[in-house]
Structure formats: structure tokens, C-alpha cells
């Protein structure tokens, strides 16, 4: 197994988990909060793939999924093309309402695209800087693990959310 390989067995392994979650659901559960105040099964999906969309494109030097192919306005949600929903306000959280398909959808492309980035990768390319904004900077292979960890942890609240709806 080659690197490109290994990412993107690993990265194939967040796809499988978003469509164990959210197959099945209908609006009102994946837009439903624990206790009103957390974080919904839809926005903590519509979150992981927004920030795998962000950070893999802006490494990989391509435009992101989200506005090259229509996402936001596919998905009609009130924010910034530009927004990967950092910081949000549970208000914010709350405006995430998008039925299972379109979330699925939407994973599903950035996955496709970002299979595509990863196929082309070299151990030598996880070593370039993509990051100068850090101390030290980032490399694209801590960017990749990095982006991997949250969207896994991300995706694994969403199943604890899932399971305490069921």
C-alpha cells in the first residue's frame, strides 16, 4: 500500500460512517438537538464535509465542492459560501436543515474530488507547506491527518447523537 493508497482508504472510512448516520433519518431527527442545545446529526455532517471541502482545496489548489458545483445554493442554508461553520452560534446551528440526501450528496462529492486529490499524492508532497500561519508550519500530511481526525470525530458525534435519539 502507497500513500496515496493509505489516504484514501482512511478517508474512505469517514464516507461510511456519515451514511451509517444518516441513512434512514428523516428531517425532524437530523435537524433534532440533544437537549435543545447541541449540535444536530445534519450540522455536525454539513460541518465534517464543509471542512474537508475547505482544507483539501485550499491544499490541493482547486476550487471547492461547495460553490463549483452549487452545494450552497443546493442546500439553500443562510451562510457564507466561505463559511465551514467554525465558530457558530447555536443559532447558527440550529439554521442547518437539510434532508438526509442532500447531506449525503454533498459528502459524496467532496469525497469523489477528494479521492481525486489524494490519488495524485507522493510521500515527498506530505513535506510541502500549507500552512505559513502556524509554528511551526503545516505540512500537507498534518493538514491531511489533522482534517482526517476531525471529520472522524465529528462523525462519530453524530452517531453518539443518533444513538441517543433512537
Request: aromatic share 8%; net charge negative.
Amino acid at each position: 500500500m502507497n500513500t496515496s493508497e493509505l489516504l484514501i482508504d482512511a478517508y474512505g472510512r469517514i464516507q461510511g460512517v456519515v451514511h451509517d448516520v444518516v441513512d434512514g433519518l428523516d428531517d425532524k431527527t437530523l435537524s433534532t438537538r440533544p437537549d435543545g442545545k447541541g449540535n444536530s446529526i445534519a450540522w455536525l455532517i454539513w460541518h465534517l464535509t464543509r471542512i474537508q471541502d475547505d482544507h483539501l482545496a485550499d491544499a490541493g489548489g482547486y476550487e471547492q465542492v461547495y460553490t463549483a458545483e452549487g452545494w450552497h445554493e443546493r442546500l439553500g442554508l443562510p451562510f457564507d459560501p466561505a463559511d465551514t461553520g467554525y465558530g457558530h452560534t447555536a443559532q447558527d446551528v440550529a439554521a442547518v436543515l437539510v434532508p438526509a440526501e442532500q447531506l449525503t450528496g454533498y459528502y459524496d462529492a467532496v469525497h469523489a474530488r477528494s479521492v481525486e486529490y489524494l490519488k495524485g499524492l507522493s510521500d515527498e508532497d506530505l513535506d510541502r507547506i500549507v500552512d505559513k500561519r502556524w509554528k511551526p508550519p503545516v505540512t500537507l500530511g498534518v493538514r491531511l491527518t489533522s482534517v482526517l481526525s476531525d471529520d472522524l470525530q465529528h462523525a462519530g458525534q453524530a452517531a453518539y447523537v443518533r444513538g441517543l435519539l433512537s
